[in-house]
T-cell receptor, first 115, second 114 residues
Framework: EPEVTQTPSHQVTQMGQEVILRCVPI?????FYWYRQILGQKVEFLVS????????KSEIFDDQFSVERPDGSNFTLKIRSTKLEDSAMYFC?????????????FGPGTRLTVL | AQSVSQHNHHVILSEAASLELGCNYS??????LFWYVQYPGQHLQLLLK??????LVKGIKGFEAEFIKSKFSFNLRKPSVQWSDTAEYFC????????????FGQGTELSVKP
C-alpha cells in the first residue's frame, strides 16, 4: 500500500539555524499539506499546496516558513531561522486521488528539536 | 471559526469493555468528518470517515462512528476493545468538497488493560 514518507525522523538544531524537512507524498496525489503538533497540544494545520503553489496557510505559517516541490516527488518545508517554539512533530500529508480528494494520508512525522 | 472538541483526554478500559469517544465540531455548513488513530511510535492512520449518506459509518478494526447532524457530533464506538487498541485517537473535520485543511480535536489517549 502506498505511503507518505518523511525524512529525517528526528532533527536536532540550534536556534537560528535553517532546517529543511522532507516528504515524499503518495504518487499521483495532487494536494500536499504540512501540519505540526507541539507536545501536548493539538495537531495544527500549517499550509496546503496544490498545482505548485500555496492554496492556504495558517497564521503560524509566517515568513520564516516556506514550502517547495522541487521535483516530481519531494515536498519540503523549510524553516529559515528556527526558534525554540518551533520544536514540534511535523507531519506531511497528501490527498487527491480521484474521488478521494478530501481524504488525507499522513507520513510518520519528523520530530524537530530546537536547542 | 471551525473547531473540534474531544471530551475525554485519557480513557482507561479493560479488554472487552465497550468504547465511546466523543467528538463535537462547530461549523454551520457541510463538513467531512474523520477519525484518525496513532498507535505508539507510528503515524496517523485513517480509521474511518464520513462524507455523506448513511450517518453510521464503519471503519477498520471493528470501529464505527455515527454522525448526528443536529448535535454536531461524530462519536467513535467499538463494542469490545482489545489491548491492541491502545493508541491516541483524533477526530478531525474539513469543509465538504474543498480538499482543505483538517481541523483536529486535541486527541484522546486510550489505554486498554489486558
Amino acid at each position: 500500500e502506498p505511503e507518505v514518507t518523511q525524512t529525517p525522523s528526528h532533527q536536532v538544531t540550534q536556534m537560528g539555524q535553517e532546517v529543511i524537512l522532507r516528504c515524499v507524498p503518495i504518487s499521483n496525489h495532487l494536494y500536499f499539506y504540512w501540519y505540526r503538533q507541539i507536545l501536548g497540544q493539538k495537531v495544527e494545520f500549517l499550509v496546503s499546496f496544490y498545482n505548485n503553489e500555496i492554496s492556504e496557510k495558517s497564521e503560524i505559517f509566517d515568513d520564516q516558513f516556506s514550502v517547495e516541490r522541487p521535483d516530481g516527488s519531494n515536498f519540503t518545508l523549510k524553516i529559515r531561522s528556527t526558534k525554540l517554539e518551533d520544536s514540534a512533530m511535523y507531519f506531511c500529508a497528501s490527498s487527491g486521488l480521484a474521488g478521494e480528494e478530501d481524504t488525507q494520508y499522513f507520513g510518520p512525522g519528523t520530530r524537530l528539536t530546537v536547542l | 471559526a471551525q473547531s473540534v472538541s474531544q471530551h475525554n483526554h485519557h480513557v482507561i478500559l479493560s479488554e472487552a469493555a465497550s468504547l465511546e469517544l466523543g467528538c463535537n465540531y462547530s461549523y454551520g455548513g457541510t463538513v467531512n468528518l474523520f477519525w484518525y488513530v496513532q498507535y505508539p511510535g507510528q503515524h496517523l492512520q485513517l480509521l474511518l470517515k464520513y462524507f455523506s449518506g448513511d450517518p453510521l459509518v464503519k471503519g477498520i478494526k471493528g470501529f464505527e462512528a455515527e454522525f448526528i447532524k443536529s448535535k454536531f457530533s461524530f462519536n467513535l464506538r467499538k463494542p469490545s476493545v482489545q489491548w491492541s487498541d491502545t493508541a491516541e485517537y483524533f477526530c478531525a473535520v474539513n469543509i465538504y468538497n474543498q480538499g482543505g485543511k483538517l481541523i483536529f480535536g486535541q486527541g484522546t489517549e486510550l489505554s486498554v488493560k489486558p
